[in-house]
């Protein structure tokens, strides 16, 4: 059964003034550090406090990955797919430090198996990101990666690498932003840059919806002008997932439901010069996402 959209057309949505887009990306102005640090070498840590204490300190991200239960490192496509040459060279020449965790299920702690990045990786192998790197976000899961096949996201060894270039974000903002670049049409929204503006007025209707329980373009007329005021001409796509599913089925849910509208695709797909994605819950357990987009 195909997801629902809203009926309302696309370029309803738009509205186009002439101020032009004169503020950088959020990830560009928070990740503009020396080539020496974007060179340095990934710290493997085989410890997870170990791994933690060592992030806190070199003010990087903490990579950690959960082998199934009775599968060693020497047997892990995941370790090693983060053993590689090309793979590490990825990371090591992102914006950031990175430490690599790699953990046999059966020796997580019961703390580590309670916290709440288990849970988004379905209580069994996978791969989240913690956040050590930036201020705002620091000690918080901003990536997961779950092993176990979900009802839209199934795990491929090509996301790793995405997770290296990720913007500066919350888990919600870099789930949506996953699941557009890993679409298979390749959409190209995602190339310019992400906006904290427009990421704040994506995430602010995002939990709208979902306060309301309902999907649409509410107050878009008096929501689009400010943005302009500021930014420039924007436009809009939004989207529902079926109930009772995880963030990240959720997420890959309604990047299907956009490719499916060649209106909503069409603003997904393009190329701005700057957007904003993010996804919520509402009560009734569906997911409410949101794209904003200057073109």
Known sequence: MSPRIHSRTLLATMIFLTCAVNWRCFADNNQNVTSSLRQQNIIDVSNYTDATRIAKKKSAMLLVSIRPQDVDADHDEVTQHLKKHSIRKIFTESDTPWVFCQLDFNECSISLIQSTFLKEIREGPGVCVIDYAHEPLKGQVVSVLPRRDGKYYQFAQQDLSLLAYLPIGSLTQRSMILAVRRHADVP????????????????????????????????????????????????????????????????????????????HWRAVSSEHSAYGYDIRRGKNSIWYATGIFIH
């Open 188 to 263: 190209r929204s995602t190339d310019g840059g992400c906006d904290i503006m427009l990421c704040e007025a994506a995430a602010a209707h995002s939990a709208h919806q979902a306060k309301l329980q309902k999907q649409g373009h509410h107050r878009w007329k008096l929501r689009s002008q400010q943005i302009s005021d500021h930014r420039g001409p924007a436009v809009e796509v939004c989207a529902e997932s079926w109930p009772d599913q995880d963030l990240l089925d959720s997420c890959v849910d309604c990047v299907s439901c956009w490719r499916q509208s060649p209106g």
